[in-house]
């Protein structure tokens, strides 16, 4: 870490006693725990232009619901802005992952209870009201196509403009929007005294369609029976079909 970063660090936090820099790490991002006198503080920094953007969108949709206080998300800090890197500074959450809870579940009846509070997490999320501050768009879908073109343009994704060509032309039938993640995967919710309770990585974090946030939510247990049920004993509101998991983990996701 410079010392310029540093200096702006404890002008927004404190003063600072330790760094340490975590053992899971993210695709995108580095994350590191500070240590003030007072609490501890999570930083996550990126460096390459497409990721500082998806930091920056996640630093903008973490401060809007920081005055909402209506979804379970880690609290706001600050941002800061460097050269060539990005930094994010929110509250250290203590807790795990729900994929490192699940590889580490002394059971199948622990591993069950927690894919469970996974699915009443995100039922009771989608069954918010939308927040209208999250909507970026009258039509997710088309905005995520228009995207996913940007990225294949510019040799910015693994899908490919055949996948995309037939997404264009195989758009499933609408429903009504919901609040949703965007990246809905065992990685970004966290669990917290045994149940799935908080979200992270939110970057994608707005109103569009709950299908795709269900999707990667089961994507980890769509090959497992008793896992995919016990998804659905927590998960109530539908149940995707198999043409439309595939359409939105298999198809949207790998541009993504």
Request: with cysteine; net charge negative.
């Amino acid at each position: 870490m410079n010392e310029g970063l540093f200096i702006k660090l404890e002008e927004l936090i404190g003063s600072i006693y330790e760094i340490e820099k975590l053992n899971e790490q993210g695709c995108t991002s580095e994350v590191r725990r500070i240590i003030t006198d007072h609490r501890s503080y999570l930083l996550k920094s990126a460096f390459k232009e497409r990721y500082r953007k998806w930091l920056n969108t996640e630093a903008q949709v973490l401060k809007k619901l920081n005055t909402e206080k209506l979804i379970s998300v880690p609290e706001y800090f600050g941002f800061i802005l460097e050269k060539n890197s990005s930094h994010l500074i929110m509250s250290f959450e203590g807790g795990l992952t729900l994929t490192t809870a699940l590889n580490r579940a002394p059971s199948s009846t622990e591993r069950k209870a927690l894919i469970k509070s996974f699915g009443e997490f995100l039922h009771q999320f989608h069954e918010k009201k939308p927040l209208e501050i999250l909507r970026n768009s009258s039509d997710w879908l088309e905005e995520q196509l228009i995207k996913a073109q940007f990225y294949v343009e510019n040799g910015q994704t693994e899908g490919s403009l055949k996948l995309l060509n037939h997404l264009k032309t195989n758009k499933p039938l609408s429903v009504i929007p919901t609040m949703i993640h965007g990246d809905c995967t065992t990685d970004n919710v966290f669990v917290i005294d045994g149940a799935v309770k908080l979200f992270i990585d939110v970057a994608g974090m707005t109103v569009g369609d709950p299908r795709y946030d269900e999707s990667l939510a089961i994507r980890e247990f769509i090959n497992n029976p008793e896992d995919l049920a016990a998804f659905y004993d927590g998960y109530k509101r539908y149940r995707v079909t198999e043409e439309e998991f595939k359409y939105f983990d298999q198809g949207l996701y790998e541009f993504f």
